[in-house]
């Protein structure tokens, strides 16, 4: 035998001894035992992975619920760990677990189900919480964000032991010596503890779910709620323009929350119409004559006592205004209506509306409030008032054009 063959065979034995398979007349099988296991294993994978798979189809067809389960990514993952646990347990067939490359292998692997095992948790962790989100119970409660701190747990948890197996140390020492640097931990991810707290504040207290329409002008945010997490809310602007906004933004400002508007049934209308003072009167018996022809003030009128010279038609306009509201079917009678006096100013005086509507549907709401107004400014001449209006260039131009035919007529 040549010095090549015998160096060439030398080196293959060392290399077989540091594989930990035997270099006597075994250690040929034992390498093809070595490819064997490998090449089960992955036949297993396979396998499992299309029973799963298929299991899933079905499931799909027969309910929701196993079509939560039976995700298809999920069930890759078992496969994946059926396959990998095999493959640890079929490893001393292949490999001597005390050799270099056995040692290698072993940690490896458990790295890998370290993280196989957490990941498969996390998947658990994640189908729970979407079986109860899908109940019709707990629909609206704010559930993502306790699934994230969940989440959150198991992967430091699983980061700290994969650490621990890297360095063959105890985990028990990696966790004191992480609680004695949480100190400067915590300067370094202020913002994210931060916004993890205020996260957790936002779905316990309920102040703010998924579906809700909130208002926060300092933050230039109006818009619908579409997504919750421990880092961002997703709020969609009527302009359908998204909008990012860290939980800790909402929790340390202030916000209006429209929910408890559509809970109660009924909108409010809180508007005015300014009177033009000039216009305020007593009644004459022509005024009233008039007025009595409306059929909402016909009985009003003949109920009066006479005489009527102390009765003024604002006075009856806002007698109107409140059995006008009251004869109509969007006027929500359980909740306060009233017609109201504000303050007067050099504009007029302010009568208000205040009711609210049987309807919470925006477009349904303002509907109904330009109605009622435009009915009032309709009506308004009926009872010889004016709504209050500043003059215009047109009305203007309306006076030098009287004023010129009244000079012209003294002048004749």
């Not at 640890?88 to 005390?98: G, S």
């Not at 961002?232 to 209006?256: A, C, E, H, M, R």
């Not at 009167?281 to 010279?309: D, G, Q, V, W, Y």
């Amino acid at each position: 035998m040549t010095k090549e063959k015998t160096f060439l065979l030398d080196w293959m034995s060392s290399l077989l001894d540091w594989l930990g398979i035997n270099s006597a007349e075994g250690g040929y099988k034992s390498l093809f035992a070595s490819l064997v296991v490998v090449f089960c294993c992955l036949i297993i994978w396979r396998l499992v992975r299309y029973i799963l798979l298929r299991a899933h189809r079905l499931g799909k067809m027969v309910d929701e619920r196993l079509q939560v389960i039976f995700d298809p990514t999920n069930l890759k993952k078992i496969a994946f760990s059926i396959a990998l646990f095999i493959f640890y347990v079929l490893i001393p067939l292949a490999f001597d677990p005390a050799s270099g490359l056995g040692i290698i292998v072993r940690k490896v692997l458990d790295v890998l189900i370290v993280w196989m095992l957490t990941n498969a948790a996390s998947a658990v962790v994640k189908t729970i919480f979407t079986l109860i989100y899908h109940k019709r119970k707990t629909k609206d409660a704010p559930l993502k964000g306790f699934m994230q701190v969940i989440q959150i747990v198991l992967w430091v948890v699983a980061i700290i032991i994969i650490i621990s197996i890297l360095l063959d140390k105890s985990p028990v020492k990696l966790f004191t010596g992480l609680g004695a640097s949480l100190a400067v931990l915590s300067f370094v991810f202020k913002d994210s503890i931060l916004n993890l707290v205020s996260g957790i504040l936002l779905s316990s207290d309920k102040m703010v779910k998924v579906g809700d329409w909130i208002e926060m002008p300092s933050a230039g945010i109006d818009g619908v709620v579409i997504d919750m997490t421990l880092n961002t809310v997703k709020i969609q602007g009527w302009d359908n323009t998204i909008s990012n906004v860290s939980p800790y933004t909402l929790t340390s400002g202030t916000f209006k929350n429209w929910q408890g508007m559509f809970a109660s049934g009924g909108r409010r209308i809180a508007r005015f119409v300014e009177i033009d003072i000039n216009t305020v009167k007593f009644c004459s018996e022509e005024l009233l004559e008039r007025i009595s022809k409306i059929e909402l003030m016909t009985e009003h009128i003949a109920s009066l006592p006479t005489p009527h010279s102390q009765i003024s038609n604002l006075e009856l306009f806002r007698v109107y205004i409140e059995k006008y509201m009251e004869s109509q079917p969007w006027l929500n009678k359980k909740m306060l209506h009233m017609v109201r006096h504000l303050q007067s100013s050099d504009t007029g005086v302010p009568l208000q509306i205040y009711a609210f509507t049987a309807t919470t549907v925006w477009v349904e709401y303002e509907r109904i409030q330009a109605s009622l107004f435009e009915h009032i400014m309709a009506i308004a001449p009926l009872f010889d008032i004016k709504i209050f209006q500043r003059p215009s260039g047109g009305d203007l131009e309306k006076r030098v054009t009287v004023e010129e035919i009244i000079g012209a007529a003294d002048e004749n």
